[in-house]
């Protein structure tokens, strides 16, 4: 017999094993994302390097990481680094970078002339355009794989599952099954784009929208008020997105058992309306009476179709007996992040150049459409921390989803380098287009200016973005 005085120290180890194996599955998690975010690094400064290489330029460092080196080892005229502090890594080319580089990056051995201008642009493109390439492989191995969310399941569109009542969305006229087709003008094609929009168009703590519903095929025009919840986010209170509702037990003997529905079945349409929400479903199901009901449901990848007729039942707690059909039901959503939508691999480069561009457009240009837009934005915006964090919690969605925001990334990396700003590959294009069009080189003096200005300016950002993602993460951790 166990002594009573080890019976709490064995319910604690008892829970502890029944956590290792969860703890396993985090820790395996965090490696594979550092092995992506190792490969995206890898790739783009593996741009470089080859263009280097193949155009004759010398190659003194590549370094994985920056900071001091954890291992190193010199194979011809090049070291090759596995540094400290993981997020990022460069290659070292003193032929490359315009005066004041070098130092910078913890450069090359002696002094180098710079290589011809055109030389130099095709090195620091080839960075960038090795990420699009590797992105673009990535989107042909996303085409076979299959999708984050079954097609049969996936909405056409952003659509409204729930309206709580008493509830802004209810008070400004938004019906379940409404499909919202723009906000602000602003063309969104998925329940993710639709919150983006309404947070970033936010004015006046207002927003339009139009709308036209799966059921009646009825359009709106609708002015929702805006509340900020509690991750600081704009949203219309009471409108929940649609989802598809799993059956998560079948009772013996009930109206669903007896026509063969199983646990783990999906109900896609009741009497041929689409079902979104377990509250709608619910609700079709007690206004039938005891009348059949018409069920299109999936289970695995089949599809199929039945009759049945509810049973009156009394329900757990209650006195009166209604309408049922015996099953419990937990709601799946079926909403698909936005940088993985598209399944043609063009469309999901495009996609994500375009999802890029939207964030880009108001930070850069001189006036937004939208009040406060820009700023809304800069505090959305991740860094370094929330990137590994949203990889992470992606990974658990699957293997197509995993990848797909690996693709993200990467154009996104891309594109935010051929930015024309000193220390970054674009400043390095506009440098050496400089030369080739005016036959000198930018005064070493400006150079060196200009490179430490917004080398203090990307530390400051970079600070500033891990600040802000612990500070956004521990709001999700209190909710």
């Not at 699009?132 to 952003?158: K, N, Q």
């Not at 400089?434 to 200016?449: D, L, M, S, Y």
Request: overall charge neutral; some cysteine.
């Amino acid at each position: 017999m166990t002594s009573p005085a080890l019976t709490p120290f064995l319910a604690s180890l008892s829970s502890l094993l029944a956590f290792i194996p969860q703890l396993l599955i985090w820790v395996g998690a965090g490696i594979v994302v550092l092995l992506f975010f190792g490969i995206i690094i890898m790739v783009h400064e593996g741009g470089h390097f080859l263009a280097a290489r193949l155009l004759g330029m010398r190659a003194d460092v590549f370094s994985l990481g920056f900071g001091p080196a954890l291992w190193k080892k010199k194979i011809g005229e090049t070291e090759y680094r596995i540094s400290a502090i993981p997020f990022g890594g460069y290659v070292s080319l003193p032929q490359l970078d315009p005066a004041g580089m070098e130092h910078l990056q913890g450069g090359g051995e002696g002094e180098c002339r710079q290589a011809v201008w055109w030389k130099r642009a095709i090195c620091a493109f080839a960075g960038p355009f090795f990420n699009l390439v590797f992105a673009l492989i990535l989107a042909l191995i996303i085409r076979g794989l299959p999708p984050v969310v079954p097609e049969s399941l996936d909405f056409d569109g952003a659509v409204v599952g729930i309206v709580e009542e008493a509830s802004d969305a209810e008070k400004s006229g938004l019906r379940p099954g409404d499909c919202i087709l723009t906000v602000a003008d602003q063309p969104v094609k998925n329940w993710s784009e639709y919150r983006i929009e309404s947070h970033l168009c936010a004015e006046s703590s207002q927003i339009e929208l139009s709308v036209s519903n799966i059921f009646d095929h009825v359009t709106a025009h609708i002015t929702a008020p805006l509340t900020k919840n509690e991750t600081g986010f704009f949203v219309i209170s009471g409108a929940v997105e649609a989802v598809s509702c799993v059956l998560t037990d079948v009772s013996p003997g009930s109206a669903a058992e007896e026509v063969g529905l199983l646990k783990g079945d999906i109900i896609r349409s009741v009497n041929g309306k689409r079902i979104v929400s377990v509250p709608f479903f619910q609700q079709l199901v007690r206004q039938s009476g005891e009348q059949p009901l018409d069920i299109e449901y999936q289970r695995e990848k089949e599809t199929g179709r039945l009759t049945v007729a509810p049973k009156l039942m009394i329900p757990d707690g209650e006195q009166e007996p209604r309408p049922m059909l015996g099953v419990a039901l937990y709601p799946q959503s079926v909403s698909v992040p936005q940088w993985a939508m598209y399944r043609n691999p063009i469309d999901q480069i495009l996609g994500d150049m375009r999802a890029i561009g939207r964030i880009l457009k108001p930070l850069v240009s001189p006036g937004s459409r939208h009040k406060g837009e820009a700023g809304r934005i800069r505090k959305s915006l991740g860094g370094p921390v929330m990137i590994l964090t949203s990889m992470w919690w992606t990974l658990f969605s699957g293997l197509a989803g995993a990848l797909a925001f690996v693709r993200y990334v990467n154009v996104n990396l891309a594109i935010l380098n051929l930015l024309p700003l000193p220390v970054l590959d674009g400043g390095h294009i506009v440098f050496a287009l400089w030369r080739g069009i005016f036959r000198r080189e930018i005064p070493k003096c400006i150079v060196t200016f200009l490179v430490n200005v917004f080398a203090f300016a990307i530390i400051g950002l970079f600070l500033y973005l891990t600040f802000q993602d612990f500070w956004n993460l521990s709001l999700l951790v209190r909710r």
